[in-house]
């Protein structure tokens, strides 16, 4: 049982998890989750949503690995083991897509492609024209390991970087700003506004009418973090009023996103099915593999989930 992994999330992509395990970290002995499956010695546990009753079965726990880069729902679950370090998903794939993600969006913003739709949707030769990228400011909410990849990437492509974290940064060519107090100053200037931040009490609802109100008027906001973070009534109505023109969500309180729900017919608004960017099974199973190594050898883990912080 030393090397032995539940993976207890994987759904219809079992087979490419048992497959990517098989390939890169053939050390390890996988099991997927399911009913009769005695989980009481196994010592390592990947993992999406927890099922109810997992927990207190899994006595011999030694790292709980999140599936994803963020834990808001396994540490909202109170039957997760408080002594067992829970680590989050830190990998390359998953910040590439990410990356690519905020990248495609903010140039989709940044370009307006709703006046080419509108023009082209009543056959009429438009060309609208729009600020090059140095003229134009994308302030980024969180700079973690997706929000730091994102600005740089970004500035790359030759835009106004800022970026708001609880710590202060010293990123190349990114104006940060830390904190409650600096909040209003980064947001004033970020016309195109992307939240990568973690879902923890201090952050839940943090896109709501009176951030909305500190932004340029006409901004655009993407949010690829958590539903959490949004206030949908708030959006709906700075979207009628005009101070927001545009957004993007790939993420939201309810997921699916139920079909009569508003976004789904409001204009200007985008609609991605959280999927932003996703776990790579290769690319996690040796990242796992790596941190069971380190546990063994008695060394420290990385990305440990710092639960007082939530993040
Ligand atoms: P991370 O490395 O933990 O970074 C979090 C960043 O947020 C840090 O810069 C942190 O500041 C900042 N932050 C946290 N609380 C704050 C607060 N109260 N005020 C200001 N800044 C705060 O996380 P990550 O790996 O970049 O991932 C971010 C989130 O993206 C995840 O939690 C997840 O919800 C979401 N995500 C979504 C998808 C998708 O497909 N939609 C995919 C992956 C991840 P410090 O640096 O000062 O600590
Ligand atoms: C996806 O939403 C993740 O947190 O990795």
Partial sequence: MSRTLLIAAAGERAESWTKAFAEIAPEIDVRMHGPGLDVSRIPYCLVWRAAPG?????TNLKIIFGLGAGVDRLLADPSLPRDVPLVRMVEPELTRGMVEYVLWQCLFHHRKVWELEAAQSCATWRPHTYPAPWERTIGIMGLGELGTAAAAKLVEFGFKVRGWSRSPK??????????????????????????????????????????????????????????????????????????ITAATLDVFETEPLPADHVFWSTERLYIT???ASITDPRSAAWRISRQIAKCEAGEELDNVVDRARGY
């Fill in 54 to 58: 997992l927990w207190p079965a899994m």
């Fill in 273 to 275: 099915p959280h999927n």
């Fill in 170 to 243: 010293a990123l190349p060519k990114v104006e940060s700003f830390q904190g409650a107090e600096q909040l209003p100053a980064f947001l004033a200037a970020s016309e195109i506004l992307v939240c990568l931040l973690p879902l923890t009490p201090e952050t839940r609802g943090i896109l709501n009418a009176s951030l909305f109100a500190l932004l340029p008027r006409g901004a655009s906001v993407i949010n690829a973090a958590r539903g959490g973070h949004l206030v949908e009534a708030d959006l709906s109505a700075a979207m009628a009023s005009g101070q």
